[in-house]
């Protein structure tokens, strides 16, 4: 507790020292075992490798993978629609709850993924957004109108301009490059056709958004008429439109993998298929920095299947 891991080495008996300091009384205590699992997630687990002296038993080829590639899943802004009823069920105002529609990954005649997002729709979101979470803070007062809003997460690639560089000697904080995103055209032209074989067109991606809001909004009913989006406010350029998130961070020690059914498979990696980091005997990286993608979903039981085959792997009792 309250120790902060500087490093962990490499002894010549092969087993590993995790040096650590208290942050309190900033006394120095070093751990001694033959295996160790670092999960410090995808910003800390590679700069912890690159401090370390296993760093430099890294073939240097794969030396130059350690904090590349970092992502996330890009999530749209959400569409709003006032509703009133859904059939003949009554939506009030105390109502609220969330619902995921998951891409199944069907594919197309051409290989492509149909739907390579998942939709999230929230019932008076604001609801349970804000005056849940604190229900003593006055500007959060009840929401007099009820509102349905929907937004897509899009699974992406590792985006290797994306670098979480080396610390320097007096600085525990390292240096981050990110790619810059703002340009509409890098989702359809790069992260879609890598992804999920996808080739749309611009407007081809707005439309089928645009059509599932459609379908959806539909469903639901505004004093007797189709409910529709606030201001009549669509997908489009610059329009609603979100290029990622600072959620669900991965892929800076990635492991093997094969991305799309048509790519080839990546076997250049930082740990291997059980997790174990390259040329490194008994040293496991297990959180979301081993990711070779970002899942449209939320990253929990991907991660919670990782831990539970690593644990199998070591011989770990559950």
């Not at 075992?33 to 296993?54: D, F, H, T």
């Not at 804000?130 to 007062?141: H, K, L, V």
């Not at 349905?148 to 997460?153: T, Y």
Request: aromatic share 12%; net charge negative; glycine share 6%.
């Amino acid at each position: 507790m309250n120790s902060f891991v500087e490093s962990v080495d490499r002894l010549e008996d092969g087993t590993y020292e995790v040096k650590t300091v208290n942050t309190l009384t900033n006394q120095s205590r070093s751990f001694f075992a033959p295996n160790v699992v670092i999960a410090a997630g995808s910003i800390e687990s590679p700069k912890l490798l690159q401090r370390s002296n296993v760093f430099d038993r890294l073939p240097a080829s794969v030396q130059k993978l350690v904090g590349l590639g970092l992502t996330d899943h890009p999530t749209t802004n959400p569409i709003k629609a006032k509703v009133t009823n859904l059939g003949s069920t009554i939506i009030n105002i105390d109502d609220h709850g969330k619902v995921m529609f998951y891409s199944r990954g069907k594919a197309e005649t051409d290989g492509s993924v149909r739907y390579p997002f998942n939709i999230e729709m929230n019932i008076n979101g604001e609801y349970w957004h804000r005056r849940e979470n604190d229900p003593t803070d006055p500007s959060a007062g009840l929401i007099d109108e009820v509102t349905v809003d929907l937004k897509f997460s899009f699974g992406n690639p590792l985006e290797d301009r994306n670098i979480v560089n080396p610390h320097s000697s007096d600085d525990y904080k390292s240096k981050i490059e990110f790619k810059d995103h703002r340009d509409p055209s890098y989702l359809y032209r790069e992260r879609f056709p890598a992804l999920a074989d996808w080739t749309n067109t611009e407007e081809e991606v707005y439309q089928t958004l645009n059509n599932l809001v459609f379908e959806i909004f539909s469903k639901f009913e505004f004093f007797g008429n189709n409910a529709r989006p606030l201001d009549e406010s669509w997908y489009g350029p610059f329009n609603n439109f979100g290029y990622g998130t600072v959620h669900h961070a991965i892929g800076t020690l990635r492991m093997p993998y094969k991305l799309s059914w048509s790519g080839n498979f990546q076997v250049e990696s930082v740990v291997d298929e059980d997790l174990q980091v390259i040329n490194n005997i008994g040293l496991y990286i297990c959180d979301m920095s081993v990711m070779p993608f970002s899942s449209a979903a939320n990253p929990v039981r991907t991660l919670g299947g990782l831990a539970l085959r690593l644990s199998q792997h070591l011989g770990v009792q559950l």
